[in-house]
């Protein structure tokens, strides 16, 4: 079965980095895209970032210019790269792999406070 394991969440200042990893266990065929989402208190989740087999990107509005979202296919793995970080951004992050069927990892914490 596959499963996608995040890592790298963590607490940091505003105006820090951070870095995401999704590794995927297991081999998924057909995939599509690839993504980034969170989910603060009290809100819905939300696209943070998604990325094609053919490497086109999207973004939040919020995040552009401070996120960067890439993938290792040889590790399977999606990461997002997260500097400049605000308060704002304070959220479990998901990462999720849209194929035949829409895989999503268990979420990791990212708290940005000073």
């Known amino acids: 079965q596959v499963q996608l394991v995040e890592s790298g969440g963590g607490l940091v200042q505003p105006g820090g980095s951070l870095r995401l990893s999704c590794a995927a266990t297991g081999s998924i065929f057909s995939i599509r895209s690839r993504g980034w989402y969170r989910q603060a208190p009290g809100k819905q989740r939300e696209l943070v970032a998604a990325?094609?087999?053919?490497?086109?990107?999207n973004y939040a509005d919020s995040v552009k210019g401070r996120f960067t979202i890439s993938t290792d296919n040889a590790k399977n793995t999606v990461y997002l790269q997260m500097n400049s970080l605000k308060l704002e951004d304070t959220a479990v992050y998901y990462c999720n792999t849209v194929a035949w069927v829409t895989y999503w990892g268990q979420g990791t914490q990212v708290t940005v406070s000073s």
């Open positions: 990325i094609t087999t053919r490497g086109s990107t």
